[in-house]
């Protein structure tokens, strides 16, 4: 596993606002320190590769948070010392989010010429009245606007759209996504509107202050959502994005293929390869706390933990089986050390392939449409 390629995420913890869906690891600030926060995470990156070597970096990817807010300048910088410090694929996708504020929107140019090479836009919806109860800080019309300066700077690019929201109708779904297919270039991210814990929508909730669509109502949607983006011409690669082929998410796509990742910036995460061991990596959540670790150590990093053999295999098999491809057998067994047959319950897989939510074949196993739409519970009597 010495010889894993990486990923590399960074976390700009920082927003304009909250937005009461959201359970990231997001903060507020009246005034964002942002040469600060550009310093540690350059001596952050430079501690971490440093223990790494030169390994091959396929993707970074810019998370948070809104990176957006970040200073392009800093963004060039964490690109330009990545592209030195490891061994950087001539393909390298670059991916920073980006909200289509007026603010935001304006420094596009600057990512462009930062080195960023795909934009993905946190629209969530094309509609004021949904967004304003998402709490979102732009209006439909800035969001056509940032989509269509997007589409003339970056080769690829991508947006975010929440649908189930309460009281959305199939009809009312299906004009909405007619319109995103119509702006979308090439990968679009679908989500279903999910109540987190400890988010506002979490306390509005169960005071009964809103409902959303029942299971029923929401498979529709979802089977709705598949069948309007293959008509155009976007498989559904995962549960919840979708693409043309070849314009998939590499950076995602390392997650679900369980792969290394090096996760910098508060809160981040990552799983890293040393000889035959796999170790999980977290860092200090909060960003003020985080930043004095880095000054003071080189690292935010507050976890390292050996994965058992057992971890991995359920890890692998939790994001595996999000993506239309599946888990290859043979990789599953060199990245976990145990058989998948071994991994999982015997029944629950035998009952699974007879009712057609999962396939196995002598190389692979995957999620079927109908097993994808019902992952959750699945998953959850399958992983051993």
């Known amino acids: 596993m010495q010889n894993e390629p990486l990923a590399l995420y960074i976390h700009w913890p ?8 959201c359970d990231f690891n997001s903060h507020v600030r009246d005034t964002i320190p942002q ?58 996708e670059i991916t920073l989010e980006a909200n289509p504020t007026s603010v935001e929107a304006g420094r596009l140019h600057q990512f462009r010429q930062a080195g960023v090479n795909r934009v993905s836009l946190g629209i969530q919806a094309l509609d004021d009245r949904a967004l304003a109860f998402l709490g979102r800080e732009h209006s439909a019309a800035q969001a056509r606007a940032a989509l269509e300066t997007a589409r003339g700077l970056f080769p690829r690019l991508t947006f ?37 814990p400890g988010t506002r929508f979490e306390s509005l909730y169960r005071k009964g202050a809103f409902t959303l669509p029942d299971d029923d109502t929401a498979a529709t949607l979802y ?7 293959q008509a155009h011409g976007m498989a559904a690669y995962e549960v919840s994005n979708y693409a043309r082929p070849g314009s998939e998410s590499q950076h995602n796509l390392t997650y679900w293929r369980y792969a290394d990742y090096l996760g910098i910036g508060p809160g981040a995460h990552g799983r890293l390869s040393f000889g035959n061991a796999l170790v999980a990596t977290r860092r200090h959540r909060a960003p003020e706390p985080w930043a004095e670790r880095v000054e003071r150590t080189g ?8 994965l058992t053999p057992h971890d991995r295999a359920q890890e692998m098999l939790l994001m595996g089986l999000r993506v239309y491809e599946g888990i290859n057998l043979s990789r599953f067994y060199a990245r976990t050390g145990i058989r998948l047959e071994d991994a999982v319950d015997q029944s629950v897989l035998a009952q699974a392939l007879q009712e057609g939510y999962l396939n196995l074949s002598a190389q ?20 051993l």
């Open 14 to 21: 920082f927003c304009l606002a909250k937005c009461p869906y």
């Open 35 to 92: 040469a600060r926060f550009a310093k540690a995470l350059r001596a952050e990156l430079a501690h971490d590769a440093a223990r790494l070597g030169r390994r091959k970096l396929t993707s970074i990817f810019f998370g948070g948070g809104t990176p957006s807010l970040m200073a392009p300048e800093t963004v060039a910088a964490l690109i330009e010392d990545a592209r030195t410090l490891f061994d950087a694929a001539p393909e390298l």
């Open 160 to 196: 975010d759209l929440i649908y189930a929201r309460p009281e959305q109708s199939l009809v009312a779904w299906r004009e909405e996504l007619t319109t995103a297919l119509q702006l979308a270039d090439d990968h679009l991210s679908l989500y279903q509107l999910t109540i987190e």
């Open 223 to 229: 089977e709705a959502t598949a069948d309007l983006t």
């Open 299 to 306: 690292t935010g990093q507050t976890q390292e933990e050996e």
């Open 364 to 383: 692979t196993l995957r999620a079927t449409p109908e097993g994808r739409l019902r992952l959750e519970a699945l998953l959850a009597a399958l992983v």
